[in-house]
């Protein structure tokens, strides 16, 4: 475990950017090693609560995500290889073609491509062409272009303070 978070983190490229990993209470995720690199590499560990269904927000998003997929396989696999074929070509459809919403409907890998805030700037400029040459379509201004800093699936309290005062 602790090879593969140092691997990931230095192919990601994410410097001393603030990290949580979110994980079980597995005693691999809980070893000596593993809590020594994280803290190394300036990453905070999250666990779920013992016998909490709900706790692990992040999983159970993608596992709806995944259930929900056309190609879903309802009737499971036939074969490991097949489930990881699929695995596969759903995680490069999550990361590069699903447009999520939390991040104003762009894909994960535009974020992370730094590529967002001119996205953004394009959509502003056909929305502003739009109601100029059509103003009785709108009864206000159009929508919020800006990105958020952060995004969360089940805020803390604080988050959603700040939040309402714009920080």
Request: aromatic letters at 10%; one cysteine or more.
């Amino acid at each position: 475990a602790s090879q593969l978070v140092s691997k990931a983190h230095l192919r990601e490229g994410v410097g001393s950017s603030p990290l949580v990993l979110h994980s079980d209470n597995g005693s691999p995720m809980k070893g000596a090693s593993l809590l020594t690199t994280l803290y190394k590499l300036n990453v905070a560990s999250s666990y779920s609560r013992p016998r909490v269904s709900n706790d692990n927000a992040y999983a159970e998003s993608i596992f709806r995500t995944c259930k929900y997929r056309p190609d879903y396989p309802y009737k499971g696999f036939s074969c490991i290889k097949g489930a990881r074929a699929w695995v596969l070509k759903f995680v490069h459809w999550y990361n590069h073609e699903h447009k999520h919403s939390g991040i104003k409907f762009i894909s994960p890998a535009q974020r992370h491509a730094e590529n967002g805030n001119d996205i953004m700037k394009r959509r502003k400029a056909v929305y502003t062409a739009a109601k100029a040459k059509h103003p009785e379509r709108w009864s206000g201004s159009t929508r919020n272009w800006e990105l958020p800093n952060s995004v969360f699936l089940n805020p803390e309290k604080e988050n959603i303070e700040f939040t309402k005062l714009g920080r």
